[in-house]
């Protein structure tokens, strides 16, 4: 019996020191698409400027989709300062203490975001949904854009610089009143396993 429990003891410490390592395997992971992303990105000047921060929190609530990072205004952060990871554009600030900021995510239902299709070259606008998928809508009522079409954002409106990866379409949708279409996007970035983001300091 002393060396059952002894064994069983054993195997435990054993499951958490695997788990520990999964858990660092993911950090680098993430923290390895950070750096290539920021190595790689034609954002150059932008990226230069940017801030790496961890995700402290997270919003509960379906209604809003927001995270809180480690970093504020003694970092140089403001409102509105745009947020990436290594997969692609996670949002913008929205509030900002001294020592950390929320960050409102893309999935949120009040983000837009100006998008383009990357093959089609048509533009419209992204916004978030009761869901963890995204919609762009106002696409051309004869558009072509079918599932697998990367989203990236355009550039137009001075919010968001253009080329940053929002994710892919996974379907074309209805016509609105037969003039535009809407499509489902499915966003780049896994927001449920999100740690380390770059938060873009300058535009």
């Known amino acids: 019996?002393?060396?059952?429990?002894?064994?069983?003891?054993?195997?435990?410490?054993?499951?958490?020191?695997?788990?520990?390592?999964?858990?660092?395997?993911?950090?680098?992971?993430?923290?390895?698409?950070?750096?290539?992303?920021?190595?790689?990105?034609?954002l150059g000047e932008i990226l230069a400027e940017s801030v790496g921060a961890e995700?402290?929190?997270?919003?509960?609530?379906?209604?809003?989709?927001?995270?809180?990072?480690?970093?504020?205004e003694r970092d140089g952060l403001r409102r509105d300062m745009i947020v990436v990871s290594g997969e692609g554009l996670v949002g913008k600030i929205s509030e900002v203490s001294?020592?950390?900021?929320?960050?409102?995510?893309?999935?949120?239902?009040?983000?837009c975001v100006s998008?383009?299709?990357e093959r089609t070259r048509e533009h419209?606008?992204?916004?978030?949904?009761?869901?963890?998928?995204?919609?762009?809508?106002?696409?051309?009522?004869?558009?072509?854009?079918?599932?697998?079409?990367?989203?990236?954002?355009?550039g137009l409106g001075g919010v968001y610089p253009k080329g940053l990866l929002i994710g892919t379409?996974?379907?074309?949708?209805?016509?609105?009143?037969?003039l535009t279409m809407s499509a489902g996007v499915m966003p780049a970035v896994d927001f449920s396993r999100l740690e380390h983001v770059l938060v873009l300091r300058a535009r």
Do not use: C
């Open 1 to 42: 019996m002393v060396e059952n429990r002894g064994l069983k003891q054993h195997v435990q410490v054993l499951q958490g020191k695997i788990s520990q390592l999964s858990q660092y395997e993911r950090e680098n992971d993430e923290l390895r698409k950070l750096l290539e992303f920021r190595e790689k990105s034609k």
């Open 55 to 72: 995700v402290i929190g997270r919003s509960p609530s379906n209604w809003y989709r927001t995270l809180v990072i480690d970093r504020g």
């Open 98 to 111: 001294f020592a950390t900021s929320q960050v409102m995510l893309v999935l949120d239902e009040d983000s």
């Open 115 to 117: 998008a383009s299709v």
């Open 124 to 154: 419209g606008i992204v916004q978030g949904q009761l869901s963890d998928t995204l919609k762009v809508k106002y696409l051309s009522g004869k558009t072509d854009a079918v599932r697998g079409d990367v989203v990236r954002s355009s």
């Open 169 to 178: 379409v996974s379907d074309v949708e209805r016509a609105d009143y037969g």
